[in-house]
């Protein structure tokens, strides 16, 4: 991995850090020496003491954990003013988090499409929003979203979850262009299959099937992932907005 000098001591929030591919980037961030911040539903202490143990373990420069859920305003509200007023502005943020409830359009019910609708989608904006008044006051702000090649390219069964994720780009590309002036920046990165717990759930059969579906013949990892997502939160890619970032093995060209 890279090593970006600028991330030491940045004040990155990620959401969804307690496993799989948004663990992998905060355990990447904490190597780099961030101040990594991340989020965890009440109830959940004991998960958040666990992932900030982890972070501090691999050099974080300081770990803080903030109880919100990406549907619950006031608390996401409450949470970043509480952290400003204690550490100053967020710097950098990772809209990670996500849901899927995966099923045929025939048996969609609303109440499935507003939860996929809801946290991808409506989190990641108003999260953002919540934190952009502390980013007029920062420098070198890089926000990251994490859309999906499913929302370039839809998929079967995913309906809900192509439509939070390619309305996640959209979003990007606005936030791109109405923070540009300010030196923020906000780019878009659009997994293909990577390796997760999802995936060590599959059938030898279906591994197969996918990964002959991908021309570089392999499943992507979490750290190709973070490696990507820290390059972008550093000033090495200073001169990149409003990007969409396909990280898919050649999946979809």
Do not use: W
Not at 170 to 199: H, Y
């Amino acid at each position: 991995m890279a090593t970006y000098n600028d991330l030491k001591n940045k004040k990155v929030l990620i959401t969804g850090a307690s496993r799989g591919i948004g663990l992998d980037i905060a355990k990447s961030l904490a190597s780099q020496g961030a101040h990594v911040i991340f989020n965890y539903r009440e109830g959940k202490e004991d998960v958040a003491k666990e992932v900030e143990s982890q972070l501090k373990a691999l050099g974080a420069s300081n770990v803080t954990g903030l109880m919100f859920d990406l549907n619950n305003e006031e608390q996401m509200k409450t949470a970043v003013n509480d952290f400003v007023k204690e550490f100053g502005p967020v710097e950098g943020l990772v809209n990670n988090a996500g849901v899927s409830k995966d099923t045929l359009l025939l048996r969609t019910r609303k109440a499935d499409l507003d939860a996929v609708i809801d946290t991808n989608l409506k989190g990641a904006i108003m999260l953002t929003s919540i934190c952009s008044r502390g980013f007029l006051k920062a420098e070198n702000v890089s926000i990251v979203n994490m859309s999906s090649v499913v929302g370039l390219m839809g998929n079967v069964s995913q309906t809900a979850y192509a439509a939070s994720k390619a309305g996640l780009i959209g979003a990007t590309k606005s936030i791109a262009k109405e923070l540009a002036s300010r030196n923020i920046r906000c780019n878009a990165i659009c997994p293909g299959f990577i390796e997760t717990d999802m995936t060590d759930a599959l059938e030898e059969k279906a591994k197969e099937a996918y990964i002959a579906s991908i021309p570089t013949s392999r499943f992507g990892s979490t750290e190709d992932v973070s490696n990507l997502v820290c390059f972008l939160l550093s000033q090495a890619s200073g001169y990149i907005t409003g990007e969409v970032i396909k990280i898919d093995g050649g999946l979809y060209i």
